[in-house]
């Protein structure tokens, strides 16, 4: 018995999602609801939920739980074996190499059991750089927190399913975020090519990423060309949606939408382009444009509700080439220049250190002449206790505080010299 086989009797034998264990009763997209997933998933905490890693998997587990809140239907759950479900029924798992990495999945079932073969998958990756992990560009030891590149994106898709919830449509709808998107999309090609939905049963994706940093309403829409139906469809709700739109039909991206797009899958991509804080350590919660943000969604969700209104599959269309914003390239080469000057420019403290087991802080164990730390007054055997408010465990938190800072940056050092606790501002050099 084929996939295909096994999932039509699922969904129309038993309308998955139509006993929700955690009916919604929102009728809006929010703000300060997108701000708490984005807060979290951009914590320090998380590490920059490097795929295969602790914050990646804590990263997946969070959005397994929004499944699970939200009454969704793992597809780990058949007909056979009807559960009930727990938030590790929504993880997918997946190797790269050595790493055990986690997509997550959760289905909503549609309204019209004669759609039930047409599924629309909207979607967002939940990795991004961790620390010094793939994409990484700034400092050794920074973490690359990833609030646009991508908690805004997945944190979308949980917004939207919470409204998607409250407001099924006819067709069945598959939230997802991915992971080892930054390794090479291999999260979604592992999905498109081996997961338990063909691709001939999935209607549509929807792709967002870095869609948490509009200026002057700016939005990117590729993909329009991987369908004859998304121009008719879509155009006059793009145009008409009071953003700046910028709309391109190539089926490729540096994203999730190209793996579903080389499956023969018809694929959007929503990006608001990078920033100077693309792949770098200022990619944080507190920079989110929020309230715009919640109109990309709600475009999204327009478009999808337009899409959904068509009785008809859609026509799949080949679209050779990368679907970016016409001045993509240019704004990437300006970042690259930036970043060779921040390392150039990049601060130094002029100290080496040891770590001393069951003491507190780092020992310093050399001090450079002429170096920031000489000329701050540093001594060796100081023990330093934290700078720029990092707290000295290990190396990795003295490369982490320095990390980011350029030449003439002031710091604040703490320090045990014999006991007794000072502090001084450091020059750095």
Known sequence: MNRTTILLPFLLLYGVGSSLTAQSDRTAIRAEDLREHISYLASD???????????????????????????????????????QAIAKDYLLPFNVRRLECLNTAGLLAGTDPSLAD????????????????????????????????????????????????????????????????????????????????PTENMYAMINCDMIGRSVNDYLYVGGLG????????????????????????????????TSFYHGGVPSLFFFTHIHEDYHMPGD??????????VKILELVRDCALALDARDASLNFVSAPGMA??????????????????????????????????????????????SSAAQAGGLQVDDTLLSI??????????????????????????????????????????
């Open 45 to 83: 905490k998380l590490k920059g939920r490097e795929s295969g890693k602790e914050g990646g998997h804590a990263a997946a587990n969070y959005f397994a739980e929004q499944w699970l809140r939200l009454g969704l239907e793992p597809l780990s759950v058949l007909p056979d074996d009807r559960k």
């Open 118 to 197: 047409q599924i629309l998958v909207i979607g967002g990756h939940h990795d991004h750089a961790g620390v010094g992990g793939p994409g990484a560009m700034g400092s050794p030891g920074e973490i690359h927190n990833g609030a646009d590149d991508n908690a805004s994106g997945s944190s979308g898709v949980a917004e939207l399913a919470e409204w998607f919830v409250a407001h099924p449509i006819r067709r069945p709808i598959l939230f997802m975020t991915f992971s080892a998107e930054e390794r090479g999309l291999l999260g979604s090609k592992a999905f498109v090519e081996d997961g338990p939905i």
């Open 226 to 257: 991987t369908s004859e139906e998304f121009h008719p469809l879509l155009d006059d709700i793009l145009k008409e949606s009071g953003m700046d739109v910028e709309m391109g039909d190539a089926g490729e991206a540096p994203s999730d939408n």
């Open 284 to 293: 944080d919660a507190d920079k989110i444009q929020y309230d715009a943000e």
């Open 324 to 369: 970016m914003p016409a001045d993509f390239n240019q704004k990437m080469m300006e970042h690259f220049m930036a970043i060779s000057e921040r390392k150039r420019n990049r601060g130094k403290l002029g100290v080496s250190v040891e770590v001393e087991a069951e003491a507190a802080g780092l020992r310093i164990s050399k001090v450079r002449s």
């Open 388 to 429: 720029a408010n990092t707290v000295l465990k290990s190396k990795d938190d003295l490369r982490r505080a320095l990390g980011g800072k350029v030449k003439g940056d002031v710091i604040q050092v703490s320090y045990l010299r014999q006991g007794k606790e000072h502090a001084t501002e450091v020059t750095l050099k």
